[in-house]
């Protein structure tokens, strides 16, 4: 059984830095073996899709709001797919969720979110 724990959130300043890290287990291959990425789920808004990492290739994806602050990375040995997230404003204020993703090559990954964590809160707010 698929089961994803995030971890890392926290209150951040506007302008600052957060690492989530989301640890893996119940997989049945390699964890770059699968396509995995975040999304963000904010009080009255949908929830959005924020990077996406491509099995294999390891290739990056991400959302146009987050590009040059975020960065998606993996460490296959200790199964865990990490979000280092820099330059943070008020607007990445969310609940954010690790997961895998259906598609392989990140293809449509905001739809594509297959099992997810518990989540972990970010708050930016001076």
């Known amino acids: 059984q698929v089961q994803l724990v995030e971890s890392g959130g926290g209150l951040a300043q506007p302008g600052g830095s957060l690492r989530l890290s989301c640890v893996a287990s119940?997989?049945?291959?390699?964890?770059?073996?699968?396509?995995m990425g975040w999304f963000r789920q904010a009080p009255g808004k949908e929830r959005e899709g924020v990077s996406c990492?491509?099995?294999?290739?390891?290739?990056?994806y991400y959302v146009d709001s987050v590009k040059g602050r975020f960065t998606i990375s993996r460490d296959n040995a200790k199964s865990t797919v990490f979000l280092q997230m820099n330059s943070l404003n008020p607007e990445d204020t969310a609940v954010y969720y690790c997961?895998?993703?259906?598609?392989?090559?990140?293809?449509?990954?905001?739809?594509?979110?297959?099992?997810w964590g518990q989540g972990t809160q970010v708050t930016v707010s001076s």
């Open positions: 990492i491509s099995a294999r290739d390891g290739f990056t």
């Open positions: 997961g895998t993703v259906r598609t392989l090559d990140c293809s449509g990954y905001a739809d594509e979110f297959d099992s």
């Open positions: 119940g997989f049945s291959k390699d964890l770059d073996s699968y396509a």
